[in-house]
C-alpha cells in the first residue's frame, strides 16, 4: 500500500514528508493506522547525529494506532487499539526469561540494524531504496508495519494523542521512579531534566510517596510546569545546582533521576545524592561521552548508580498498570502534552524541542 512518512535522509536533516510504499504485514506483524506520534529527543538524537542509525530511516518511535491487518500467527486482530515501546521483546531470549524485556537481544539487534524483529524492512522509496525502521516503530508515518511485540493492547476509549506518550515517556520516566530508583513514601527525590520523560518521573515520585520532589532544569516554563503537576520545589540547573539541591533536601536526595543524556549533568546529578542514595540515568548521552565520579564515596557511603532502559518497564504488564493509574488522577500525564502537529509540521516541532520550547509536542495523522 502507498503511505506518507517521514524519512531521515542525512545527518542534520531535515526530515522529508515522502509518498512510501509499504510491504503487508508478514508472520508475527500487524499494519497500524498510526492515529498519533510523540517528539522525543531520541528522535532528535538521531537527527543531530548523537545517536548513530542506518539511513534512510523512517523516524519516530512513541506512537498509539490501530491495527487494520494481522500477519499470519500475530497476536492481534484488526479494530485492536494499540501503544507501541520502543524494544520490540521477543520473549525467550536470556533477559526477556528473566522478566528485563527492555534489554530483549534480538530486540537490540533489530533497532541497531534498523530493521523489525523479523530481520526484514517493509518500506520502499519511490527510487527502489529501502528505508529502514526507528526502533520498530517508525511512527512518524500514516501507516507502519511493526512486530506484534512492539504493542501493547490499549482500552479504545483511551485519547490515542495521550496514549501515545505510554510509549517511550511514561515508561521511561514512570519506571525509573517506580522501578529504576524504587522510590518509597518518604524518600526525597530530585528529577535533572524536565522533558517529557522527566515530568513523567517527577508524577510516578510523586505518586510513590515522595515528601520533597526537586525539580531541576535550565528552561524556567518547564520547571514552572513541574510545580504545577506537583513537584515540591524547583532548581535551575547551572554551576550551582549541586549545592541547591543539597540544601533544599537537607544533604542530598535518597533518590535523583538524571534524564538528560549530558555527562556533565550526571555527574551533578551523582554529587546531590546522599549517603546511602540511588543516582538513576536515563539519558542517552554520545557514545563517546565518558564520566568522572568520586570512586571512595561510592563505597564509603554505600551509594548506588544504575543505569535505566525503558523505566526497566514490561510494556505489557506497565503500560495498563500506568493506564489504570492515569485514569485514576494518579499520573496526569496528558499535563505534558504542548502541543498537537500535522506531519508537515514535524521540522518546526523538532526545532521547538532542540530550543526547549516544547515538552511533549504529538503528531496527530
Not at 520547571?223 to 503537576?229: G, N, S, Y
Request: hydrophobic fraction near 40%; charged fraction near 20%.
Amino acid at each position: 500500500m502507498k503511505t506518507r512518512g517521514a524519512v531521515l535522509t542525512s545527518v542534520g536533516g531535515p526530515l522529508e514528508i515522502v509518498d512510501l510504499e509499504l510491504d503487508p504485514p508478514g508472520p508475527g506483524e500487524v499494519l497500524v493506522r498510526v492515529h498519533a506520534t510523540g517528539l522525543c529527543h531520541s528522535d532528535l538524537s538521531v537527527i543531530d547525529g548523537s545517536r548513530i542509525r542506518p539511513l534512510p530511516m523512517v523516524l519516530g518511535h512513541e506512537a498509539a494506532g490501530e491495527v487494520v491487518e494481522a500477519g499470519p500467527n500475530a497476536e492481534f486482530k484488526p479494530g485492536d487499539h494499540v501503544v507501541l515501546s520502543f524494544v520490540p521483546a521477543c520473549g525467550a531470549c536470556r533477559p526477556c526469561s528473566s522478566g528485563r524485556q527492555a534489554l530483549c537481544e534480538p530486540g537490540a539487534a533489530a533497532n541497531r540494524e534498523g530493521t523489525l524483529l523479523s530481520g526484514h524492512r517493509r518500506w520502499t522509496l519511490p527510487d527502489g531504496t529501502r528505508p529502514h525502521h526507528h526502533l520498530g516503530v517508525s511512527g512518524f508515518a500514516e501507516y507502519t508495519v511493526i512486530s506484534d511485540r512492539s504493542a501493547t493492547r490499549v482500552p479504545p476509549d483511551l485519547p490515542l494523542d495521550v496514549a501515545a506518550l505510554f510509549g517511550c515517556a511514561v515508561l521511561t520516566g514512570a519506571g525509573a521512579a517506580f522501578y529504576s530508583a524504587q522510590v518509597v513514601p518518604g524518600d526525597r527525590v530530585a528529577v535533572f531534566g524536565l522533558g517529557g520523560v522527566g515530568l513523567a518521573a517527577v508524577l510516578a515520585a510523586i505518586t510513590a510517596g515522595a515528601t520533597q520532589v526537586v525539580a531541576v532544569d535550565v528552561v524556567e516554563h518547564k520547571r514552572q510546569l513541574a510545580l504545577t503537576l506537583g513537584a515540591t520545589h524547583e532548581v535551575p540547573g547551572g554551576p550551582d545546582v549541586v549545592q541547591h539541591v543539597r540544601e533544599l533536601t537537607g544533604g542530598g536526595a535518597d533518590k535523583v533521576i538524571d534524564t538528560t543524556g549530558v555527562a556533565a549533568v550526571l555527574e551533578q546529578a551523582y554529587a546531590a545524592t546522599a549517603v546511602g542514595g540511588t543516582t538513576v540515568t536515563v539519558g542517552l548521552p554520545h557514545p563517546d561521552r565518558t564520566v568522572t565520579l568520586p570512586a571512595l564515596n561510592l563505597v564509603a557511603e554505600e551509594r548506588t548508580l544504575k543505569g535505566s532502559y525503558l523505566g526497566s518497564c514490561v510494556p505489557r504488564r506497565d503500560v495498563p498498570r500506568f493506564i489504570d493509574l492515569y485514569r485514576a488522577g494518579k499520573l496526569p500525564v496528558d499535563g505534558l502534552l504542548s502541543g498537537r502537529l500535522e506531519l508537515t509540521e514535524i521540522n518546526e516541532g523538532f526545532a521547538r524541542l532542540a530550543s526547549g520550547e516544547a515538552v511533549r509536542q504529538v503528531v496527530v495523522m
